[in-house]
């Protein structure tokens, strides 16, 4: 997530802000004030503690010293390319049809504080650089979950979280928590409450998934990252203001929230006044299955704001003899939608994971996407078999749907957040299959190949099918 574009400050090369970040791996190697190494996630998937979903067998004496500070930082850079692909027929949100590549740089620092017992403060400044393949258009399920709908040729400044995390323990075994990127050591109860209020990305906390849910190490495509028809509080960056909770106790977790919505749908501006809101609530089980964890969660959301039906906007153009376009109809209203999310260990070296989620079709996308119907599903496999240990290998197929007033509204010639392609004679669910190879070069350095293979992007058969090869590096420090 990024502030406005007044707030960014430009850089002039990407070189100096990648030595700045070699200085931080210096200071966090021989001056960090934990006691453990642990290299980050790019993009931590939880800033949740991770003992609120460790087992008992985690236990750990009260002798763990807690942090006082901690500091990491990562580095990555995704190249996409795709192939020339059928289209007889392109709109101003089309995917080019033609051999086209793009990448992106962002570079992340990840500062935590301890403030007092359980208190934790972060901040994670960032410099961003790239575009997403056709400047993130034309994909419902987009490619590249490190590409943002604003991008920039030359590198910039920004701070997508500032937060603010208190613990509050409510007895049971001590857990050990490591230091990571926003994670300060030391041990903490497994039964517990968390609050953490500030800016930060609502899928930080909500829809996590250890096999699909960071672009950064694991899976690149929207719609498997995370729930596609989650239509959740975001700038164009993915981050806003808010607040959560999470309750964990024994073998479950329940987590609510409270965030705002941008100003006015797919907008780089936040309404910081929540006047206009998105509710978020959570409810996670932990189990086992022959022996092996495993995690289930429903969750559902409700978006309150000023957003568009689709069959007033073609009523509209229809009236007027226009295209039709949401941003003529916008009226105060709400928009729900619910999300299933399972991931299960069926061996030492072996994950599944799977998603489903709808939400409101009859009016337009706020804040992700348009995707009004997803299901995804995914293996992901350690390289313990071929003597890899560190290496991963994952594949996963995701199908993206759209109601019938969305399908009429752009069947008229309407845009959507991503996806526009003029017109829609004809409809096709977006069926994306992506495979990926991460090869863990050390402890700070890893190189991933990824493939997908989109059959109806944006819904259409006349266009594609579509095959997009990427690139991935990522460091750690």
């Known amino acids: 997530m990024r502030y406005p574009s007044h707030d960014r400050i430009e850089i002039s090369s990407f070189i100096l802000p990648f030595i700045i970040l070699l200085g931080g791996f210096s200071i966090s190697t021989h001056c960090h004030a934990d006691t453990a190494m642990n290299g980050p996630d790019g993009s931590p998937a939880n800033v949740t503690p991770a003992p609120a979903s460790l087992p008992p067998s985690s236990a750990t004496s009260d002798a763990d010293a807690p942090g006082a500070w901690n500091l990491f930082g990562q580095f990555t850079n995704v190249t996409q390319w795709h192939p020339g692909f059928s289209a007889p027929y392109s709109g101003p949100n089309s995917l ?72 509050i323990t409510l007895g049971g075994v001590r857990q050990k928590i490591e230091s990571a990127a926003n994670q300060l050591a030391g041990s903490t109860s497994a039964d517990n409450i968390v609050v953490t209020i500030g800016k930060f990305s609502v899928v930080d906390i909500f829809d996590t998934n250890a096999y699909a849910h960071d672009p950064r190490s694991d899976f690149m495509n929207w719609s498997i990252v995370d729930a596609g028809a989650f239509d959740y509080a975001a700038d164009s960056w993915g981050y806003t203001y808010g607040g959560a909770a999470e309750w964990t106790q024994s073998w479950w977790t329940l987590r609510g929230g409270l965030f705002a919505l941008s100003k006015t749908p797919n907008n780089e501006y936040i309404q910081k006044d929540f006047s206009q809101y998105s509710l978020i609530v959570e409810a996670e089980e932990r189990h086992q299955w022959f022996g092996h964890g495993g995690k289930l969660k429903l969750l559902g959301f409700v978006n309150r704001g000023l957003m568009a039906s689709y069959a007033d906007a073609v009523r509209r153009g229809q009236s007027t003899g226009t295209t039709p376009n949401v941003a003529d109809v916008r009226q105060f209203g709400s928009r729900p939608g619910l999300a299933i999310n399972l991931e299960q260990e069926l061996a030492a070296d072996l994950g599944l994971f799977a998603r489903a989620s709808m939400n409101d079709g009859s009016k337009e996308s706020y804040d992700f996407t348009d995707i009004n119907r997803s299901v995804s599903a995914g293996l992901s496999l350690r390289g313990n078999r071929w003597g890899r240990q560190d290496d991963t290998v994952g594949v996963a197929v995701a199908v993206n749907g759209i109601s019938s007033a969305a399908r009429e509204y752009f069947a008229a010639g309407g845009l959507g957040i991503l996806i526009g392609d003029g017109q829609l004679p004809s409809y096709g669910t977006e069926k994306i299959l992506e495979t990926y190879y991460a090869l863990n070069l050390n402890q700070h350095f890893k190189l991933s190949m990824d493939y997908q293979y989109i059959v109806n992007p944006a819904y259409n058969p006349d266009r594609g099918p579509v095959s997009i090869f990427g690139f991935r590096v990522h460091a750690e420090f």
């Open 96 to 167: 080019d049809s033609g051999s086209r590549h793009a990448d992106t740089n962002d570079m992340t620092l990840y500062a935590g504080v301890r403030l007092w017992q359980g208190g934790e403060i972060y901040l994670n400044p960032e410099i961003d650089e790239g575009f997403g393949l056709n400047n993130t258009l034309g994909l419902a399920g987009f490619s590249s979950g490190e590409a943002y709908k604003i991008g920039k040729p030359y590198p910039y400044l920004r701070l997508p979280r500032a937060f603010f995390r208190q613990v």
